[in-house]
């Protein structure tokens, strides 16, 4: 188990890196006179600054560059989305941390933990922490995330209006469950729906107030849905669908008591959470003169538009596109480990390629899987075709949507093994024709004709891919990494 770390923590037309005609990091070490930093340790900037540092020790022809993480938080490189399990009581918060203490040390990062940066002078290169302190740098990262969109309702500060983002938000939230508190979660996406079921299921009485016509509307289609909303009736959570909030109600105290709906009813509540998305934090960027949008605009090897600062994560956009996955975001770290250790030249730098997402909801005992395009406008729906299992008497419902002989869309209620597989075959966009017939029943049905033909066609790595020995049920192999470390199919 990883220790954790504690302290006193678009392109548009053009790349932004074509601007500058700056040498890489990595096309000569002794090149680096000052150190990088990265401004954020949560998932991205802890995991960029493991990578370049261990790829930096094991080239021993030159000093390594110094590596400085600065995070805002006091706990440094944790799994943010291990936090619905730790709210649920089913794991500890020690048990989220991507790195141990000695990783950072073992690797010369210095972490400064606790304190914030309150401007960059990109002229100078140079940063100015809340404390005072000034860092120079040679390469500059901003890692800074996101933070849990509030919608500004009548009394929304008051007293018991929470978000779910963060360990303090755990710990407050906890408190009132474990007091039998009664609470709303104000929307039913993927982190309202697991902050509701984790409350719940430490004592307290939850009810998911959703806009839309279902639960999970923007990943699963109407028979998924429904199923899982029967699921969530089930361990006692309620659900109001298509419900429009208009205000908080509060006390004489400024202590929330109850949530009005647009059709004249209050629902009272002791606390609520809203789980209505995320905001990029751009605030530092756009202080400082780099330019943002609604993310800080980088181009696709993470150049931002002021030389020698990159940016990566979920404050990131590109070519208006915003992140908040962690595939996303692994993809942006690997792009500028890239960037900034190995290249003399740029044609070696690996692009960012935005993908089609998948998703898994992280509830104990709900199995949902969602990947690629599963919303058709009418005049797409003549060239899609959909292939569907469901077995009778049994929580399980397969759909996939094909177009030209190619997956697009994938939806897995109660099993959900084949995810990789399908989200595989719709990133690749793999011609499925010659086992379409078998390919609602999985990898392991369709696995000897797909080997011929990556053989032919050298399109699938042989890596990630299910073995025709292996087990219907066992999920496709991939990348080793720790328990602990964030799958890809999951939110950031």
Same mark, same amino acid.
């Given at each position: 188990m990883p220790a954790p770390v504690n302290a006193s923590t678009i392109a548009q037309s053009q790349s932004l890196a074509d601007q500058f005609n700056a040498p890489s990091l990595g096309s000569s070490l002794? !090149?680096? /006179?000052?150190e990088v930093v990265i401004v954020g340790a949560g998932m991205a900037g /802890?995991? #960029? @600054?493991?990578?370049?540092?261990t790829i930096w020790h094991q080239q021993t022809t030159a000093e390594s560059p110094k590596i400085t993480l600065i995070s805002k938080e006091s706990e440094v490189g944790y799994n943010r989305i291990m936090l619905s399990p730790v709210l649920a009581g089913e794991t500890s918060f020690e048990e989220t941390y991507l790195y141990d203490t000695s990783d950072y040390e073992r690797l010369g990062i210095t972490v400064l933990a606790g304190v914030e940066v309150d401007h960059i002078d990109t002229d100078n290169q140079t940063l100015t922490l809340d404390n005072g302190q000034m860092l120079d740098y040679g390469k500059l990262v901003i890692a800074t995330g996101s933070t849990a969109r509030v919608i500004p309702f009548t009394n929304h500060e008051a007293k018991g209006v929470h978000v779910f983002r963060d360990v303090a938000d755990v710990n407050t939230l906890t408190d009132y469950a474990k &007091? %039998?508190?009664t609470g709303l979660v104000i929307g039913g996406g993927v982190l309202g729906l697991e902050a509701a079921c984790a409350l719940s299921s430490q004592g307290a009485t939850m009810t998911v107030i959703h806009v839309d016509d279902f639960v999970l509307n923007r990943q699963l289609d109407l028979p998924a849905a429904l199923m899982l909303q029967q699921e969530l009736a089930r361990r006692e959570? %309620?659900?109001?669908?298509s419900a429009m909030t208009t205000g908080i109600e509060i006390n004489a105290n400024n202590e929330v008591t109850g949530l009005s709906l647009k059709d004249g009813r209050t629902l009272p509540a002791d606390f609520i959470v809203m789980a209505v998305g995320i905001i990029p934090n751009t605030q530092l960027a756009a202080d400082s003169g780099i330019e943002v949008n609604r993310g800080i605009v980088v181009d696709e090897y993470m150049h931002s538009s002021c030389q020698n600062v990159y940016a990566i994560g979920e404050c990131i956009e590109i070519n208006e596109e915003l992140f908040g996955m962690v595939s996303s975001v692994n993809q942006h770290v690997d792009t500028l480990v @890239?960037? #900034?250790t190995q290249q003399e030249s740029k044609s070696k730098w690996p692009p960012f390629v935005s993908t089609p997402l998948s998703l898994k909801l992280k509830v104990s005992g709900i199995a949902v899987f969602s990947s690629g395009k599963i919303e058709f406008d009418e005049s797409e729906l003549a060239s899609i075709e959909q292939i569907v299992y469901r077995q009778l008497n /049994? !929580? &399980?419902?397969?759909? #996939?949507y094909l177009k030209d002989n190619r997956l697009i869309g994938a939806v897995l209620y109660g099993e959900t093994s084949d %995810?990789?597989?399908? /989200?595989q075959l719709i990133n690749e966009k793999i011609d499925v024709s010659e086992f379409k017939e078998a390919l609602i029943f999985g990898a392991a049905y369709c696995q000897s004709l797909l080997d011929q033909q990556a053989e032919d066609k050298e399109s699938i790595n042989a890596d990630s891919v299910i073995h025709p020995a292996t087990a219907p049920n066992e999920k496709p192999k991939s990348v080793i990494k720790a328990d602990n470390q964030p799958n890809d199919d999951e939110v950031a």
């Open positions: 002794s !090149d680096l /006179s000052n /802890s995991r #960029l @600054a493991i990578q370049l540092a &007091q %039998g508190k959570v %309620g659900l109001e669908v @890239a960037v #900034l /049994s !929580d &399980q419902y397969h759909c #996939l %995810g990789n597989f399908y /989200s």
